[in-house]
């Protein structure tokens, strides 16, 4: 699954962003293997996330949905995710679910020395390291990188660079709270694997920067 290794921003900014997905092998051991995601999910509940859904169903900022209605919904062929921004509660997940032991794959995208650190603690050898060569052809039609900060936490491309835009202007002009920006385009992204605390981070300095060019 190579949909969370596009996030974009610098060390300091990827230090809070961390996706653990976990996924069975089609035609191999997916059958009757929605009861050990549901295991894995309530090991992710244990370790503060910040954002967890399921690819079929949504995610917790979804409205009508929540952790306990997405567990019990999950089928064999669901895809889990949980964000985590403290490397100790990813380390904790990673951890617990190596102790698990339930046979199903297990992705982790972060900071490559804080993903190989965490694995040694957990006494895991990573199978296979998947990592973005980038974007390649005319890459000055891209939105600006400090948009693609924010988008790039979205997958399956759910949030665009104009939604960013206006919601920035809203937050600089007062008419939305930064968290509610960062909550509404949280309910876009369908798997749940945006992260809304560093959204409102950059948010909030976006437009901050943007109120101060203005004077």
């Given at each position: 699954m190579t949909h969370t290794a596009y996030?974009?921003?610098?060390?300091?900014?990827?230090?809070?962003?961390?996706?653990?997905?976990?996924?069975?092998?089609?035609?191999?051991?997916?059958?009757?293997?929605a009861e050990k995601l549901r295991?894995?999910?309530e090991i992710f509940r244990k370790h503060n996330p910040v954002n967890f859904g399921d690819v079929?169903?949504?995610s917790i900022w979804r409205?009508?949905?929540d952790f306990d209605r997405i567990v019990s919904e999950l089928k064999d062929t669901s895809v889990i995710h949980g964000v985590f921004t403290r490397l100790e509660d990813v380390k904790g997940a990673v951890k617990d679910l190596k102790a698990a032991d339930l046979g199903i794959s297990v992705v982790v995208t972060g900071l490559f020395k804080d993903v190989f650190c965490l694995a040694e603690?957990?006494?895991?050898?990573?199978h296979c390291v998947g990592i973005s060569l980038g974007i390649f052809g005319r890459t000055e039609k891209l939105a600006p990188l400090e948009l693609r900060e924010v988008t790039s936490m979205c997958g399956h491309n759910m949030i665009g660079p104009h939604t960013v835009k206006d919601v920035i202007a809203d937050v600089r002009k007062g008419k939305i709270k930064v968290e509610a920006a960062a909550k509404e385009m949280a309910?876009?992204?369908i798997c749940g694997l945006f992260n809304p605390i560093r959204a409102a981070l950059l948010i909030q300095n976006l437009a901050e920067v943007q109120n101060a060019a203005i004077k």
């Open positions: 996030r974009l921003g610098n060390e300091e900014s990827l230090k809070m962003d961390y996706v653990v997905l976990c996924i069975a092998a089609r035609n191999f051991n997916h059958q009757s293997c295991k894995m999910s079929k169903q949504g409205e009508g949905l603690e957990a006494g895991l050898k990573p309910e876009s992204c």
